[in-house]
Nanobody, 114 residues
Framework: QVQLVESGGGLVQPGGSLTLSCKAS????????MGWYRQAPGKKRELVAA???????NYADSVKGRFTISRDNARKTVFLQMNNLKAEDTAVYYC????????WGQGTQVTVSS
């Protein structure tokens, strides 16, 4: 069993920045990918950014150049640095880890509004 706890969401003005954190705990010896997804009201959950165990990155076109995903292996934590936030980035952000399994965090709300 793997637990994921997200933090760092909140309310920010357009053009602002936020950093999300996701800490994993529990028993797992390896993984294929850790990533961030988001779901806005009335929309499907979509991939925002992911990092593979081999260090490959994958970003949604809408966030390229603005968001950066990183990880701290020792702390089993993945981060999402979000810069130049836009109203359309408003959503609940979920952390995910997968590798023959798939676990989700509880989600953290990000609201971009003036």
């Amino acid at each position: 069993q793997v637990q994921l706890v997200e933090s760092g969401g909140g309310l920010v003005q357009p053009g602002g920045s936020l950093t999300l954190s996701c800490k994993a705990s529990g028993r797992f010896f390896s993984f294929e990918q850790m990533g961030w997804y988001r779901q806005a009201p009335g929309k499907k959950r979509e991939l925002v950014a992911a990092i593979s165990s081999g260090g490959f990155f994958n970003y949604a076109d809408s966030v390229k150049g603005r968001f950066t995903i990183s990880r701290d292996n020792a702390r089993k934590t993945v981060f999402l640095q979000m810069n130049n936030l836009k109203a359309e980035d408003t959503a609940v952000y979920y952390c995910n880890i997968r590798g023959g399994f798939s676990y989700w965090g509880q989600g953290t709300q990000v609201t971009v509004s003036s």
